[in-house]
């Protein structure tokens, strides 16, 4: 964790471009990159991470998951460090996505701090997502479920950095409060 390298961070982002170029976020409008943009943002201005590895790996973190794209070629572009960083965020998409999901709340605690980092930036984009711009197939109970399981996840990622916490527990009040008011009061 030396000096920030902007060479290694820009050629981070190109390559989550081109890795992510043809794919669109779950609202179906929306290019893929500008998730792992707001993810890495959130960490810079919010976290104030000032660390090469960790924002990298934050503009890589959906690459392996979601685009076909191996360890071995993250490996030979960003070193073993950040790839390890973007494998300690990354889903084993061979699963059923039930089990996926109950290991990301078994298995937050565990993460590595700069990983956790990662995971809860994620969470509190992905939830501004679902009270912005859902995506159009998701029923109102559907992103309720989101909403209570990225919850959990997040309480085994806490203690990092102070005002990530708190950001996302406000972008949880806020999604409650938005899906609420969606259902009449229902929820």
């Not at 991470?49 to 572009?77: F, Y």
């Not at 559907?142 to 708190?166: I, S």
Request: aromatic share 4%; glycine share 6%.
């Amino acid at each position: 964790m030396g000096d920030f390298d902007t060479a290694v961070v820009f050629a981070a982002l190109k390559f989550s471009a081109a890795k992510h170029r043809t794919q669109k976020r779950k609202d179906g409008e929306s290019p893929y990159i500008n998730h792992p943009i707001e993810v890495a943002e959130l960490l810079v201005r919010v976290a104030q991470v000032r660390d090469t590895e960790t924002i990298a790996a934050a503009l890589l973190h959906d690459t392996v998951e979601d685009t076909g794209t191996s360890p071995e070629e993250l490996r030979e572009n960003f070193g073993d460090q950040i790839t390890g960083l973007v494998l300690e965020c990354t889903d084993d998409k061979h699963l059923p996505k039930v089990e996926r999901k109950r290991l990301q709340v078994v298995n937050a605690s565990h993460k590595s701090p700069r990983a956790k980092l990662i995971k809860i930036s994620d969470k509190i984009c992905n939830i501004n997502d679902i009270i912005n711009t859902p995506p159009p197939d998701w029923s109102l109970q559907r992103r309720v479920e989101y909403l209570e399981w990225a919850e959990k996840v997040v309480a085994g990622l806490r203690g990092g950095c102070a005002e990530l916490d708190a950001l996302f527990d406000h972008k949880l009040r806020e999604g409650r409060t938005a899906l609420t008011v969606g259902t009449g009061g229902i929820c």
